[in-house]
């Protein structure tokens, strides 16, 4: 009888034991997971923080691009678009050895700054103000044409456009009678304006537009 009452307390002392290294375990596990969890947390924060950053960037973007087109829009009756002008962000060619982001790569894989467009020379391209997000925005303008000088459609990529009208001076021999329509056409140059955005945590964005003035 004394021997099972020893037993019996033998063994509830040994399950008493088991229980405290068994409830570490737990505790430990539950503290892995609780750090797990928050950092998980504090990530998706940062990648959703920089997502909206570089969308900022991005609809910053426009606004280099909208202020290409008016510079073009602007500039076009003066008929000096034949020329390079570096110091509006102006060139007459298409510049295709240029590296317009810095991420161009030999077929090696190496990349070289020497054909990179400097995006901090302000006499090479156009910088406006930095918005209210803070980003920095600044664009420039190549023709689609393979030399300077007067516009060629052979050498440049051109838009031809056609306009229909009345001969609003004519008059008809009977009432409510029209002229003929007399058609006109002209050829217009293609453009591609190229705007770049720094913003915030390093943010760079490029937005590029190909418009024909």
Known sequence: MKHSKRAGAVRQAWQ???????TLIVLVAMTLAGIALLRSVDTSAVIAGNLAFKQSAT??????????????????????LDQDMPGSGYY??????????????DSEGAGTADDDLNWDNAAAVVKLGADA????????????????????????????????GYDEGAQGAMEGYRPPK???SATRAFYRITARVSGPRNTTSYVQAVVSI
């Open 133 to 164: 997000a803070g980003n920095q925005v600044a664009y420039v303008i190549h023709r689609m044409c393979d030399n300077a000088g007067p516009l060629d459609a052979r050498t440049c990529s051109t838009q031809q456009t056609f306009s229909k």
């Open 16 to 22: 008493q034991g088991v229980i405290l290294p068994i």
């Open 59 to 80: 609809a910053s973007g426009d606004a280099g691009v909208e202020a290409g087109i008016a510079w073009l829009i602007q500039t076009a009756p003066s008929g000096s």
């Open 182 to 184: 007399f058609d006109s």
């Open 92 to 105: 007459a060619t298409r510049q295709d050895a240029l590296d317009l982001t810095g991420n161009k790569r």
